[in-house]
């Protein structure tokens, strides 16, 4: 007879897989198809990349951000992404119900064509991994919730494998056996970079997340440097994850005071704004490589922020960790004010600009891609192999979930799961919800017995 312990993990294990399996799937396989969004955005997109408008007149950035604006009523555009050959130059533009849109320039800055943001694969690749593209704080809470359990699956995979003895030598095993053996050896296997995979990608989590990021703003020596300047509220999803929310220095106002711009004036419309080409006379001044992104200023007071980040989901813009740097200049001189960069990062900000970029699966080229996608496929075939091992135990017309434990949960499992549960707060959260239906049901289980003792 196993022990209390191993019997809470089985039990467990067996319904927090039962539940979660369909969302650990649509997280794999949205995965593994983010894993290669550059690869194959470069064939869907390659006249928007790599194409030439036909257009032999040679116009100015700013010339062709007006024209842009223009031709798509209703955008404005706030931020341009300078990339490396061979790829375009792209604007991205949002109107006032925050729709977003990209528009490629070539190399004479004459428009190629447009895409609408929300259908491009990577972001839908981003919407259906991070959202089940649903949206919403309940499915955002679902999709980490499901994460936060399959940590679980994973750690009290490895117990009971070893417990159990599963993957000992037998001469004599049944095909449930085997099917057993082989979902606890690939799974023993992929537990470490499974973990790692998970834990790099909570950073983006709606509950968790947030505190990660918060506790990484509010003690600047571990986490993230602080700048004590004006907040951003441009749009920042170029910025590198270390400096999002953080906020930037200001410009000189003294410009807007001495021309009278109140303080709801956009920053698009403002006639003493910088150019963006005398901005990248700036930028080429100060030996500033490609790729880059130049995000606008969002008021009178903000400034440009020149961002190169490890973790941008952009296809040609991402760069080396180390290469991170957030700059910013004032809008009405160009003059450069103050830059972040990775080595001005606390050590859990260094950990992320990293992880990220491992999750990823690019931080150092084809190599982690593979070793991500070996590792998503692995998964996989673990989920599929515990199903057919449940499948093969299965009594018809029955659950045949593992037995419920007669005696008292054992103290260990109890003091596990609120380690878990302190860790990852989302998924403590769901354990008092596991608890109290437990308690509901138990209860009208013996409030049935007790009336069928009765009649």
């Not at 990339?83 to 320039?105: C, H, Q, W």
């Not at 085997?178 to 990608?201: C, E, Q």
């Not at 300047?229 to 930037?248: D, F, G, L, M, Y």
């Not at 021309?259 to 700036?282: F, I, R, T, W």
């Amino acid at each position: 007879m196993k022990n209390k312990l191993y019997q809470s993990f089985w039990r467990t294990h067996f319904y927090a897989a039962l539940f979660i399996t369909p969302l650990l799937i649509s997280l794999t396989l949205s995965g593994i198809g983010y894993l290669f969004y550059t690869d194959v955005e470069n064939q869907l997109y390659d006249k928007y990349f790599f194409g030439e408008s036909g257009k032999t007149e040679v116009q100015s950035i700013d010339d062709a951000v007006k024209l842009a604006e223009e031709s798509y009523a209703g955008y404005k555009t706030n931020k341009i992404i300078e990339l490396e050959e061979p790829y375009n130059t792209r604007l991205s533009m949002k109107n006032a119900d925050g729709k977003e849109k990209y528009v490629f320039l070539d190399d004479h800055n004459q428009i190629i064509g447009g895409q609408d943001a929300d259908y491009t694969f990577s972001n839908i690749m981003r919407n259906v991994h991070s959202s089940l593209f649903i949206g919403g704080t309940v499915v955002n809470y679902l999709v980490e919730l499901a994460a936060c359990w399959a940590v679980f699956l994973l750690l009290s995979g490895i117990y009971m494998t070893f417990k159990a003895k599963i993957l000992k030598k037998t001469k004599q095993t049944n095909t449930r056996q085997k099917s057993r053996k082989f979902h606890a050896l690939i799974g023993t296997i992929i537990t470490i970079p499974m973990l790692v995979i998970i834990f790099t990608g909570l950073p983006w989590s709606a509950f968790m997340g947030k505190y990660i990021y918060q506790a990484s703003q509010d003690h600047p020596s571990f986490g993230t440097p602080l700048l004590q300047q004006q907040p951003p509220t441009s749009n920042v999803s170029e910025i590198p994850w270390a400096t999002r929310q953080e906020t930037p220095p200001t410009s000189d106002s003294g410009h807007a005071a001495h021309h009278g711009m109140g303080d709801n004036m956009l920053c698009a419309a403002n006639p003493y704004q910088l150019s963006v080409e005398k901005l990248q006379h700036e930028i080429d001044a100060m030996n500033i490589s490609k790729p880059y992104a130049i995000i606008y200023p969002a008021s009178e007071v903000g400034v440009y922020t020149v961002a190169k980040s490890s973790n941008t989901g952009v296809t040609g813009l991402d760069v080396s960790p180390y290469d991170e740097t957030t700059m910013y200049f004032d809008q009405y001189s160009g003059k450069y004010i103050d830059k972040v960069g990775y080595e001005d990062y606390g050590i859990l900000a260094k950990w992320f600009t990293w992880g990220i970029p491992l999750h990823e699966g690019h931080l150092f080229g084809w190599p982690n891609k593979l070793i991500n996608l070996l590792v998503c496929l692995a998964f996989l075939v673990v989920i599929a192999w515990g199903v057919r091992t449940w499948l093969l135990r299965k009594k018809q017309g029955m659950l045949s979930a593992p037995p419920k434990i007669s005696q008292k949960v054992s103290i260990p499992f109890i003091i596990f799961m609120i380690i878990l549960g302190i860790l990852m707060p989302l998924f403590g959260l769901s354990l008092i919800a596991v608890v109290l239906v437990e308690i509901i049901i138990n209860l009208v289980t013996k409030n049935k017995s007790a009336k069928e003792e009765v009649n």
